[in-house]
Nanobody, 126 residues
Framework: QVRLVESGGGLVQAGGSLRLSCVPS????????MGWFRRAPGKEREFVAG????????YYADSVKGRFTISKDNAKNTLYLQMDSLKPEDTATYYC???????????????????WGQGTQVTVSS
């Protein structure tokens, strides 16, 4: 059983920053395709950022491009989402996701991921 443990959410003012962390059990972070998704109240879960299996080819949703950065620390076996210049519309529950699929492209659809974290709340006040 693969577990993804997220942390780092919270309340921040618009323009501020937060960093989310995700630690997978069972395998190292570099042997998964990894992604971050979010779900705002009343909306569908949407792709935020991701990286393919074993690679350094990050891909971002247009809504966060230039503000968010996905990265991995292999020594700490941790996936990060650095979120800068936060906006009220970034308010959502953020989920880490992982897939053992070794694809050449970043997975962007929720049903392409096999494992999910419990979610961490990010609230951006105006």
């Amino acid at each position: 059983q693969v577990r993804l443990v997220e942390s780092g959410g919270g309340l921040v003012q618009a323009g501020g920053s937060l960093r989310l962390s995700c630690v997978p059990s069972g395998r190292t972070v570099n042997t998964y395709a990894m992604g971050w998704f979010r779900r705002a109240p009343g909306k569908e879960r949407e792709f935020v950022a991701g990286d393919r299996w074993g690679g350094t080819s990050p891909y971002y949703a247009d809504s966060v491009k230039g503000r968010f950065t996905i990265s991995k620390d292999n020594a700490k076996n941790t996936l990060y989402l650095q979120m800068d210049s936060l906006k009220p519309e970034d308010t959502a529950t953020y989920y880490c996701a992982a897939s053992p699929r070794a694809t050449t492209t970043v997975l962007t659809a929720p049903n392409e991921y096999a494992y999910w974290g419990q979610g961490t709340q990010v609230t951006v006040s105006s």
